[in-house]
T-cell receptor, first 113, second 114 residues
Framework: AQSVSQHNHHVILSEAASLELGCNYS??????LFWYVQYPGQHLQLLLK??????LVKGIKGFEAEFIKSKFSFNLRKPSVQWSDTAEYFC???????????FGAGTRLTVKP | GAGVSQSPSNKVTEKGKDVELRCDPI?????LYWYRQSLGQGLEFLIY????????KSGLPSDRFSAERTGGSVSTLTIQRTQQEDSAVYLC????????????FGPGTRLTVL
């Protein structure tokens, strides 16, 4: 079965620190890649997505992610986090050959003011 | 613009009872997904409906879980003989065509089994 791995379960940072959250997925052909965010008490919402083209994708709120095909990775980054970035972050992968879509287990980010 | 809605928002039930959770997807969205979100367990895929195709039930954890989608729109997730380990937030999402398109999530139903 295809899978998505997020290596960090809980990350704690101080404001202005840089962030990188890892996401790896199993091989299965061409993929579409997503990062979702869930702020406390809110719905899951899309942060950014990659379908094709430039492997460095810019999303909302200063987030970006880089698709590295050779590493089957799609890590999320932000140069300087804010307290308001405290949330849970989910990586999701769609394998196009069979339309399978899977989410990672999520990474809880806590940003200390 | 209506988003994905789910009802009830909270459900408390006794162990052994059956429950039904409802999802109204965004109008026109042909794909519908159910997920379970448990504390510390992340987002667990349950079932996926795409148009009139047979649903992908590969994520259902046991035969106590079932789901149907009537008329290609509203979906109901049924849990029979609930157990305490079924306590979780059940999320529904819909997307416009194929699974590769962005999913829009509902607010979830928080199920507590006593």
């Amino acid at each position: 079965a295809q899978s998505v791995s997020q290596h960090n379960h809980h990350v704690i940072l101080s404001e202005a620190a840089s962030l990188e959250l890892g996401c790896n997925y199993s091989y299965g052909g061409t993929v579409n890649l997503f990062w979702y965010v869930q702020y406390p008490g809110q719905h899951l919402q899309l942060l950014l997505k990659y379908f094709s083209g430039d492997p460095l994708v810019k999303g909302i709120k200063g987030f970006e992610a880089e698709f590295i095909k050779s590493k089957f990775s799609f890590n999320l980054r932000k140069p300087s986090v804010q307290w308001s970035d405290t949330a849970e972050y989910f990586c999701a992968v769609n394998w196009r050959n069979n339309n399978d879509m899977r989410f990672g287990a999520g990474t809880r980010l806590t940003v200390k003011p | 613009g209506a988003g994905v809605s789910q009802s009830p928002s909270n459900k408390v039930t006794e162990k052994g009872k059956d429950v039904e959770l409802r999802c109204d997807p965004i109008s026109g969205h042909t794909a519908l997904y159910w997920y379970r979100q448990s504390l510390g367990q992340g987002l667990e895929f349950l079932i996926y409906f795409q148009g009139n195709s047979a649903p992908d039930k590969s994520g259902l954890p046991s035969d106590r879980f079932s789901a149907e989608r009537t008329g290609g729109s509203v979906s109901t997730l049924t849990i029979q003989r609930t157990q305490q380990e079924d306590s979780a937030v059940y999320l529904c999402a819909s997307s416009s065509r194929l699974a590769g398109i962005e999913q829009f999530f509902g607010p979830g139903t928080r199920l507590t089994v006593l």
